[in-house]
């Protein structure tokens, strides 16, 4: 996934190109992961405008329940503790 490339995990999967959708959710996503006080308006709406109010939320909701996942796998890994997946 972009997040766990974001922190310094590797993903094991190829890119491919991206829907409307997925590129404003990508968009969205990197901003989050790289500094959440820099998410602006402008990305925040353009998720709105493809998954609706609520899907947006429960965009947000899930990219935090994901992100503090993978981080937490990689400071595990950093630290050399092996990790179930």
């Not at 500094?35 to 947006?56: E, K, R, S």
């Not at 429960?58 to 994901?66: G, Q």
């Given at each position: ?5 974001l ?43 493809h ?35």
């Amino acid at each position: 996934s972009r997040i766990a490339l974001l922190i310094g995990l590797d993903s094991g999967r190829q890119p491919r190109p991206l829907t409307d959708t997925e590129r404003a959710c990508v968009d969205l996503t990197e901003q989050f992961v790289l500094d959440v006080t820099g998410v602006t308006d402008a990305q925040v709406a353009a998720v709105v405008d493809h998954l609706g109010a609520d899907g947006a939320m429960e965009f947000v909701y899930a990219l935090l329940a994901v992100e503090q996942r993978l981080r937490m796998q990689a400071m595990w890994t950093r630290l050399g503790v092996e990790v179930a997946s």
